[in-house]
């Protein structure tokens, strides 16, 4: 199935993660980038957390980590995140991409490297 945009539905997903520092946003960010498990990651900074925590309620300053790459990426993804990650239990959740720019979709998936995204696969 292919929506408007051309993206074959599940194809390619937004992961997300949350750090403390900027310079752990930074490290997590050009890791994945650079193993070609993600093909960009924004970090957005600024984020305000609200979240329970060994039985106690934490508040804290964060930065988001928006993490794109293909579906068949992700359980590398989250192994990476999971070992990069300063945090005990890593938050990483995934939604999928169901339409976007065809040029834009076709670049992520030339960015990502696996066996699964070859050229002539791509919209």
Known sequence: MRSRAGNKTGRFAIAY?????KSDALRIAG???DEGL???????PGLSSVYRWKGRTVRAREYLLMIKTGRSM???LERRVRA???????EFICVDIDAGSRDY??????SVSSSWFSEGSLP
């Not at 993600?38 to 957005?44: I, P």
């Open 17 to 21: 993660t949350t750090v403390e520092k």
């Open 31 to 33: 890791s994945v980038v």
């Open 38 to 44: 993600a093909a960009c990651v924004n970090v957005v």
């Open 74 to 76: 992700l359980p590398r």
């Open 84 to 90: 990069l990650s300063p945090y005990e239990l890593p």
């Open 105 to 110: 979709l076709a670049w992520l998936g030339r």
